[in-house]
């Protein structure tokens, strides 16, 4: 499994999603996975990569959270849980995209 994390310099939400993701791969049986890091640092980088937000998490180069409605750009990425927002996926949502992801490959 291939998994990147893409994000804007500064982003204070990288830190928690790292630590989340390596909590997520560890519930699925894949605790041993590299998680690469990727700084997007231009406009034509994003639109280059369709980056639509920081932190972007993406399992063989899918997207995990993809929208449609997502706007390309250097920005934060808010994610939302129920009636919650965050700047970082939950714990219960990696590990429920990672799950589907490894089931349909």
Known sequence: MDVEV???QG?????VT????ALALDAVGHPD?????RLVRSVE???ELGFV???????DGTDLFATTEAAIGLSCRLYRDGAAVSGSP????LTDALAERLRTG
């Not at 982003?11 to 830190?15: A, E, H, L, R």
């Open 11 to 15: 982003c204070p939400s990288v830190t």
């Open 18 to 21: 790292r630590e989340r993701l």
């Open 45 to 47: 980088e994003a639109q």
């Open 6 to 8: 893409r994000y804007i």
């Open 90 to 93: 939950s714990v219960e949502q």
């Open 33 to 37: 996975t590299d998680v690469r890091l």
């Open 53 to 59: 937000g920081s932190p972007t998490v993406l399992v």
